[in-house]
Structure formats: structure tokens, C-alpha cells
T-cell receptor
Framework: AAGVIQSPRHLIKEKRETATLKCYPI?????VYWYQQGPGQDPQFLISFYEKMQSDKGSIPDRFSAQQFSDYHSELNMSSLELGDSALYFC??????????????FGEGSWLTVV | QKEVEQDPGPLSVPEGAIVSLNCTYSNSAFQYFMWYRQYSRKGPELLMYTYSSGNKEDGRFTAQVDKSSKYISLFIRDSQPSDSATYLCATNTNSGGSNYTLTFGKGTLLTVNP
């Protein structure tokens, strides 16, 4: 079965540079989420999109922005990178179930290292 | 205090042991409960999903939810070395419209020794 696809898998950037991460959700999933996971930490919610509109916002820094495009892929743009931005960035997508809940599936993550 | 509390471990067991992983949550609005397995530097993999109190079984895995005490558990029978990973409990609720943001526990690092 198709999974959530993220690119690039690994990225090294210098401080103050800009990075863009891409996410292709599971086909027919209508919601995309972005999470940040630091070393030894649980994933922290950044932002989500439902049907290409921002639906919820978590602890996303003002230096970061994201959008979802007409083909449902999403991009996370990170500017003025700081050392503390080094983390695994996960994209996830979900499908709302008949029970009213949803199951959220994660991609393999993009590992960002800021040097 | 985090909304979802989980003992980070680490937890080390011999192969074949029964493993019990637990979480508590504070927000009674949480409706849906999940367990994810995460191998090092990999994405979290959905293991179990439930939305009601009681037990749900899938192979060697059993998820248990007690909404009255806000307690969720994952049991692994006949544990295998390949089960060695970090296990994250997660809950979500509808925060409006179609929003179902996940709230994770810290994760428990499990090692199953052959």
C-alpha cells in the first residue's frame, strides 16, 4: 500500500539558511500534518491542513510556514535556521473514519541538521 | 504536566516475556487512542487504534482503554527481539471541524533480549 512520502530524507543546512521539506500524503487522504521530533523527544505538532486549508496550528515558529497544494502535497518552509531546528520532521496524513475519528499515518521523516 | 504521561523506561525484557506498556491522560475530551511503534530514526508506525473502553486484540498485541481512570495500556505477548523499539501512546480528539491533532506520550524504549 502507498505510504506517506517525504523528501529529502536528509538535509544539512547552515545557520540562517532556508530549507524546504516536501510531503506527499497517502492517496485520498484529505488531511496533512507536520510534526517535529527532537532527539529523545516525542513528536511535537506543528501545523495541519485539511483540504488545502490550514486547519490547526501547534508550536510552529514564526520562521516556519507551510502550505498544501492543489495536488494535496504539502511543503514546510523553514527560514533563518537555528541550531535548535535540527530534528526529524515528520509529515503525516489521515483519513476520517465512519466512527468519527481518524487514523494518522506517518512518513519516514526528513532529518534536518543545522550546522 | 503533559496531557499524556508515559514512563520513558527504558524497559528491558527477555524474549518471550509479556510486555506491559502504560499511559495516563488528563483530558477527558480525548476520544481516540492509538499506539505507535517507532524504530530508531524511522517514522512512527500505527500499531493499534481504538475509540472505546475495553480491549482490542491484534495478533500478539492487545490494547486496553479504561476511560473511567484515563488509563491506556498495550500488552505484547511472546515478545520478540524485533519488537525492540520505542512505543508511543497517542490520543486525539476533534478540536473543531476536521481537526484531529494527536497528542503523544514521551514514548517507552523497549528492548527485547534474545
Amino acid at each position: 500500500a502507498a505510504g506517506v512520502i517525504q523528501s529529502p530524507r536528509h538535509l544539512i543546512k547552515e545557520k540562517r539558511e532556508t530549507a524546504t521539506l516536501k510531503c506527499y500524503p497517502i492517496p485520498r487522504h484529505d488531511t496533512v500534518y507536520w510534526y517535529q521530533q527532537g532527539p529523545g523527544q516525542d513528536p511535537q505538532f506543528l501545523i495541519s491542513f485539511y483540504e488545502k486549508m490550514q486547519s490547526d496550528k501547534g508550536s510552529i515558529p514564526d520562521r516556519f510556514s507551510a502550505q498544501q497544494f492543489s495536488d494535496y502535497h504539502s511543503e514546510l518552509n523553514m527560514s533563518s535556521l537555528e541550531l535548535g531546528d535540527s530534528a526529524l520532521y515528520f509529515c503525516a496524513s489521515s483519513l476520517i473514519l465512519t466512527t468519527g475519528g481518524n487514523t494518522i499515518y506517518f512518513g519516514e521523516g526528513s532529518w534536518l541538521t543545522v550546522v | 504536566q503533559k496531557e499524556v504521561e508515559q514512563d520513558p523506561g527504558p524497559l528491558s525484557v527477555p524474549e518471550g516475556a509479556i510486555v506491559s506498556l502504560n499511559c495516563t491522560y488528563s483530558n477527558s475530551a480525548f476520544q481516540y487512542f492509538m499506539w505507535y511503534r517507532q524504530y530508531s530514526r524511522k517514522g512512527p508506525e500505527l500499531l493499534m487504534y481504538t475509540y472505546s473502553s475495553g480491549n482490542k486484540e491484534d495478533g500478539r498485541f492487545t490494547a486496553q482503554v479504561d476511560k473511567s481512570s484515563k488509563y491506556i495500556s498495550l500488552f505484547i505477548r511472546d515478545s520478540q527481539p524485533s519488537d525492540s523499539a520505542t512505543y508511543l501512546c497517542a490520543t486525539n480528539t476533534n478540536s473543531g471541524g476536521s481537526n484531529y491533532t494527536l497528542t503523544f506520550g514521551k514514548g517507552t524504549l523497549l528492548t527485547v533480549n534474545p
